[in-house]
């Protein structure tokens, strides 16, 4: 079902700080920056050369976010770790079936034009997990 | 530099039931299992279905050491991410040239016959960073 990972999200207070850390130390390259109003966050995602994982910087909007609150609690670093499938769909019924809580039930609108739903992190072990179907042109 | 992300080490406290979960919610299989004393792990590689990247499951020895120190402080969770690097030894000079402490100054051997280094998260926003120079054959 995972056919491999998509990439990690990680939370910063300043996402020009971070992005310049990522292209200076690991000469990665932006290929994507949005604001999506709904995750609250101001993002940039970073290819690595394979072009099929990718490292996602996340700025909160502000402090009340999902993001802001874990960077006020815990500070910067790893947020989560998204898996790319080849239908998320799928996958969610798949994933519900097993007991494990969904926070999205249906898809919705990711980075990139994909199609993506989290995963509850009280029954993955801690780890806030995302599933991401690809944009199909992509 | 990066190739791609090699694996994220999630933190457990216990690798059989991190294991369990893991196969049973997701189908990944389990591609290697050793215990690593000197960093003081238990620990699982599953293999998403690319076979290039991996979920590493670890789980702490001890309260004294890294991971369970993690643990303690932070409960179950992301632990760290592993990128995919074609020369180990070569990146870490790179990186050093930028200024990023290097926990391991020269590699050390890695889960399934890689050699690997780790990078320090105080340069790298919080971020605990592992460098994979996969085994030649695999």
Redesign the interface.
Known sequence: ?????D??G?A?RSLEA?IE?YT?????TVVAEETNEEQGVREAMLA???G???VQLLEPLSPGTTVGKFVER?????H??G?AVADVTEALAE?GA?G?RLIDSRPRHGSMGASIAFLH?AD????LTELVQPRADS
């Open positions: 079902m995972l056919l491999r990972i990439h990690v990680i910063c971070a850390r200076n130390v690991f000469g990665l690595t050369e394979s099929t994982s990718y815990r500070g910067e670093g790893m989560h770790v898996y994933i097993t494990v992190p993955l072990g801690g780890v």
